[in-house]
Structure formats: structure tokens, C-alpha cells
């Protein structure tokens, strides 16, 4: 299960974001799920590592993608019957999501920014239009 990230540790917020599973999903599931059992920092927020990670987006391959009831998808998890090339698939998954989410961080900024140029020049002709008007 190895992922190779520059972070060490994720918020809840991060790991929705990341697998695609709603936060109260994922705070559910660690009731479920033992083995899932992220660290909490000083104030008590979840902090995931990249095995949390690769937990989660294996959970969520044995529930949605596969259709495991939770019990059996448990069992399997508690078993090890997750594969490890599933894991490295698994590590590919998240890096792409990643890197999705940081290209769509880019294009967020890049168009609020060219937003921002044309309200402003918008607001400069709608003031050279009342000085004409007097």
C-alpha cells in the first residue's frame, strides 16, 4: 500500500475530496471498519496517513465498486483479502485525483482572476459613463 505524497498527514476535508466519499460517510465507516483509524492532533481532528488513504479507496472499491454489504466488506478487510496490486492501483487512483484537484485549484484562480480584471473594467467605463452624464 504504498503512496508517495510530499504530505504526511490529511484532514477529513482532504480524504472526501480525495476518495469521493462524503466526510460523515468516512466518519462512519471507522466505526465500521477497525482498521481504519486515523491519528488526532491536539484539538482532536482526524489527521490520515496514506495507508488511511488506501484504506478508504479500498473500502470504497469492495462497497461501490464490487457490492459488498459493509459486514462482508469488513470481513474481507479484517481478512486481508484486498490484494496489494489493487493497492498500487489504489496509490495511482490518488495521485491522479490529486493532481485533478490541483489543476482544477489552478483554473479556479486563473478565472476568478481574469473576473476580477473585467468587474474592474466594467466598473471604469460605468464611471467614465457617469462623468459624461455629469
Known amino acids: 500500500m504504498a503512496f508517495e505524497s510530499s ?10 475530496r480525495i476518495s469521493g466519499i462524503p466526510a460523515y460517510l468516512l466518519r462512519y465507516w471507522e466505526d ?13 481532528n482526524r489527521r490520515y496517513t496514506n495507508r488511511d488513504i488506501a484504506m478508504v479507496l479500498n473500502i470504497k472499491e469492495l462497497v461501490y ?9 469488513s470481513q474481507m478487510v479484517k481478512g486481508g483479502k484486498v490484494e ?6 489504489k496509490t495511482n487512483e490518488i495521485l491522479k485525483l490529486q493532481k485533478q484537484i490541483s489543476r482544477d485549484q489552478k483554473q479556479f484562480e486563473i478565472t476568478d482572476e481574469r473576473r476580477r480584471i473585467l468587474l474592474l473594467e466594467i466598473k471604469d467605463e460605468i464611471e467614465e459613463i457617469l462623468e459624461l452624464m455629469g
Open 7 to 16: 504530505k504526511s498527514y490529511y484532514s477529513i476535508g482532504e480524504v472526501s
Open 32 to 44: 465500521y471498519f477497525s482498521e481504519l483509524a486515523p491519528a488526532r492532533d491536539t484539538r482532536g
Open 84 to 89: 496489494n496490486n489493487e493497492a498500487d492501483h
Open 65 to 73: 465498486e464490487k457490492g459488498y454489504k459493509l459486514n462482508k466488506a
